[in-house]
C-alpha cells in the first residue's frame, strides 16, 4: 500500500511569506506527528495528532507554526511570517497507535523548506 | 526533557564487518525506536523496540530498559547499509513526544 505522502518536496519562499505543508499519512494511521530536521541533526518534535486533535503541540516553537488534521488523515503545517531560521526539512509520520503507548512511527520523504 | 546520546557518531567500516551503534537515554520510556536514514534523506524504520531483543537479517537490536540504552548490530554490512542511524524514544511522562538522537554516520567502503 501507499506510504507517507508530502508535498511539496521542496518549498522556496521569501522571508515573511506564509507557507503550508501537507502530509497524506497511510490510510487507516489514527497518529501522525510532524518534525523538522536541520541539516546534521536528528529529527525534532513539533506536533502529535491523535486523530484529529493535537495531543501534544509542545515542541512548535512560537505562535507562527500551527498544524491541523480536521479530518482526522491528511494534516497541513501553516508557518506564518516565514523567518530564514525556519530553513530546514519538515518530516511528517504516522503510526496506527491508538492509545498512548506509542507505536512503530512511518516517516514520508520530507518537504525541503528554503526561506530565502 | 529527556536527553538522547548516540555512539560513535561516526564510523567507518569495510564490506563485511560488524558493528554496534548505541543508544543512551536519561530517563525511562515506553516507546523506542532505531531508525536509518538513507543518503536521499528517507527514514526507514528499523525496529520497535521499547525492551528485550529482536532480529530482522542481519540488524538485531537490544534494549535494557532498567539501565537506559540500547544496542543495533549491523553485522556482514554492506554499501547499501551507509547512512545515518538514529535512535528515538518517549518518555514514559509523555508518549508519542519522540526524541531523537543525534545519530551516528556510518559509511561502508567496498
Known amino acids: 500500500g501507499a506510504g507517507v505522502s508530502q508535498t511539496p518536496s521542496n518549498k522556496v519562499t521569501e522571508k515573511g511569506k506564509y507557507v503550508e505543508l501537507r502530509c497524506d499519512p497511510i490510510?487507516?494511521?489514527?497518529?501522525l506527528y510532524w518534525y523538522r530536521q536541520s541539516l546534521g541533526q536528528g529529527p525534532e518534535f513539533l506536533i502529535y495528532?491523535?486523530?484529529?486533535?493535537?495531543?501534544?503541540d509542545s515542541g512548535l516553537p512560537n505562535d507562527r507554526f500551527f498544524a491541523v488534521r480536521p479530518e482526522g488523515s491528511v494534516s497541513t503545517l501553516k508557518i506564518q511570517r516565514t523567518e530564514r531560521g525556519d530553513s530546514a526539512v519538515y518530516l511528517c509520520?504516522?503510526?496506527?497507535?491508538?492509545?498512548?503507548?506509542?507505536?512503530?512511527?512511518?516517516f514520508g520523504p520530507g518537504t525541503r523548506l528554503t526561506v530565502l | 526533557g529527556i536527553q538522547v546520546e548516540q555512539s560513535p557518531p561516526d564510523l567507518i567500516l569495510q564490506e563485511g564487518a560488524n558493528s554496534t551503534l548505541r543508544c543512551n537515554f536519561s530517563?525511562?520510556?515506553?516507546?523506542l525506536q532505531w531508525f536509518h536514514q538513507n543518503p536521499w534523506g528517507q527514514l526507514i524504520n528499523l525496529f520497535y523496540?521499547?525492551?528485550g531483543t529482536k532480529q530482522n537479517g542481519r540488524l538485531s537490536a537490544t534494549t535494557v530498559a532498567t539501565e537506559r540504552y540500547s544496542l543495533l548490530y549491523i553485522s556482514s554490512s554492506q554499501t547499501t547499509d551507509s547512512g545515518v542511524y538514529f535512535c528515538?524514544?518517549?518518555?514514559?511522562?509523555?508518549?508519542?513526544?519522540?526524541?531523537f538522537g543525534d545519530g551516528t554516520t556510518l559509511t561502508v567502503k567496498p
Open positions: 523496540i521499547p525492551s
Open positions: 509520520a504516522s503510526s496506527p497507535a491508538r492509545d498512548s503507548l506509542g507505536d512503530t512511527q512511518y
Open positions: 490510510s487507516g494511521h489514527t497518529a
Open positions: 495528532f491523535q486523530g484529529t486533535g493535537a495531543a501534544d
Open positions: 528515538a524514544v518517549d518518555p514514559n511522562t509523555n508518549a508519542g513526544k519522540s526524541t
Open positions: 530517563d525511562s520510556v515506553n516507546n
